[in-house]
């Protein structure tokens, strides 16, 4: 089990460029989340998919799209990259009932000059 | 959305000290949730609590539900060097036995430990 997987780990953009942020989990989840964390901001949910073919905004979702085609895959895109989305991306998963735990993944660092 | 209130910020302690930190909130939360994040890794969970005034340990961390549902503390007694992080305390809603699965976070305490 490789629980929540992020990929790229680190990636620079100039300000304009796109880009695709990629989630897996493989514990068979049904609800994926986007976060951006930010210095002395703790964790702001931007997405959130509560299964496969839906998605839903969080608190911060202005400037990023989000997609869930496939149960194990959640994608958040950013159609132009500006300087104020210079931050750590992490995705979490959980499943549906019982604790509720949310299994986060190991973050993308992105840095847009 | 919702506000929560994480102190102290940073803290810098000797090994074997005791540490306490909280998390307010100006709304009601059915679940309080504690987490720590190494440097570079993602946040992983260290305590869940589901029930007002609930107090649950695991090892030499405890973590209690505020009777009011508005709040929540961490104590981490006889500290060690790996008890270096971020700690995050989450709070989350249940509807209807479900929970959205819908974390608000804290703004995180940094802790210190020195040998």
């Known amino acids: 089990n490789a629980g929540v997987t992020q990929t790229p780990k680190f990636r620079v953009l100039k300000t304009g460029q796109s880009m695709t942020l990629l989630c897996a989990q493989d514990?068979?989840?049904?609800?994926m989340y986007w976060y951006r964390q930010d210095p002395g901001m703790g964790l702001r949910l931007i997405h959130y998919?509560?299964?496969?073919?839906?998605?839903a905004k969080g608190e911060v979702p202005d400037g990023y799209n989000v997609s869930r085609l496939k149960k194990q895959n959640f994608l958040l895109g950013l159609e132009s990259a500006a300087p104020s989305q210079t931050s750590v991306y992490f995705c979490?998963?959980?499943?549906?009932?019982?604790?509720?735990?949310?299994?986060f993944g190991p973050g993308t660092r992105l840095t847009v000059l | 959305g919702q506000q929560l209130n994480q102190s102290p910020q940073s803290m810098f302690i000797q090994e074997g000290e005791d540490v306490s930190m909280n998390c307010t909130s100006s709304s009601i939360f059915n679940t309080w949730l504690w987490y720590k994040q190494d440097p570079g890794e993602g946040p992983v969970l260290l305590i869940a609590l589901y029930k007002a005034g609930e107090l649950t340990s695991n090892g030499r961390l405890t973590a209690q539900f505020g009777i009011t549902r508005k709040d929540s503390f961490l104590n981490i007694s006889a500290s060690i060097p790996s008890d270096v992080g971020i700690y995050f305390c989450?709070?989350?809603?249940?509807?209807?036995?479900?929970?959205?699965?819908?974390?608000?976070f804290g703004r995180g305490t940094q802790l210190t430990v020195w040998p």
């Open positions: 998919s509560v299964g496969e073919g839906t998605t």
């Open positions: 979490a998963s959980t499943e549906v009932g019982g604790t509720d735990t949310q299994y």
């Open positions: 989450a709070g989350q809603l249940r509807w209807r036995g479900s929970t959205l699965g819908r974390l608000y």
């Open positions: 514990m068979n989840h049904e609800y």
